[in-house]
């Protein structure tokens, strides 16, 4: 079954140092996102590509980066991780064209950085 | 950038109790979503709207476009502890492209 995948599902850091967070996705999706989700905000578009070799910044994009270089993943760099990015991250995809089967959505990476 | 305010924000009811929630836009949607998210887990897709006034049921869940496009409303009858989650709405504007904005969240929680 296709699936999307988020790694590692929880990580501890220390300010100042760059983090990676993985998303995986076999749906053969075009589209792939970025959210970080913290009370009170709901869920904030970070990052995202419409395909490869694509990206595009979100709402809240400072201090972060992605790269596209394949359908599959979607990897996301903090550059100096700041404990102002602890926060609770979800990677989605969705298909090249319209809405009819939404987003699908990763489980999340917990993220705390020290 | 365009917001969905969807309300109320949180609800404790009692099991067995209908819920209503809804959301509402100064702008108009070609689309309406709406995604349940459990503790730990990402957002799932409950039920997906595409036209104007079209109610759609998914079990003991309903939802439905409004007739403006601009709000949407999801109920949920004789609510079970499974139910408990965070409810957001999510629409899809008419130039967005391939982009969602999504709600601020319900957090609805049930006493069994």
């Known amino acids: 079954d296709a699936e999307i995948t988020q790694s590692p599902r929880h990580k501890i850091t220390e300010t100042g140092r760059q983090v990676t967070l993985a998303c995986h996705q076999t749906?053969?999706?075009?589209?792939m996102f970025w959210y970080r989700q913290d009370l009170g905000h709901g869920l904030r578009l970070i990052h995202y590509s419409y395909g490869v070799q694509d990206t595009n910044k979100g709402e809240v994009s400072d201090g972060y980066s992605v790269s596209r270089s394949n359908t599959e993943d979607l990897p996301l760099t903090l550059e100096s991780a700041a404990s102002s990015q602890t926060s609770v991250y979800f990677c989605a995809s969705s298909q090249r064209k319209g809405m009819k089967d939404g987003y699908t959505f990763g489980s999340g990476t917990r993220l705390t950085v020290v | 950038g365009q917001q969905l305010n969807q309300s109320p924000q949180s609800m404790f009811i009692q099991e067995g109790e209908d819920v209503s929630m809804n959301c509402t836009s100064s702008?108009?949607?070609?689309?309406w979503l709406w995604y349940k998210q459990e503790p730990g887990e990402g957002p799932v897709l409950l039920i997906a709207?595409?036209?104007?006034?079209e109610l759609t049921s998914n079990g003991r869940l309903t939802a439905q476009f409004g007739i403006t496009r601009k709000d949407s409303f999801l109920n949920i009858s004789a609510s079970i502890p499974s139910d408990v989650g965070i409810y957001f709405c999510?629409?899809?504007?008419?130039?967005?492209?391939?982009?969602?904005?999504f709600g601020g969240g319900t957090r609805l929680m049930v006493k069994p």
């Open positions: 999510a629409g899809q504007l008419g130039n967005a492209g391939n982009m969602l904005t």
């Open positions: 702008s108009i949607f070609n689309t």
């Open positions: 709207l595409y036209k104007a006034g």
């Open positions: 749906w053969n999706h075009n589209n």
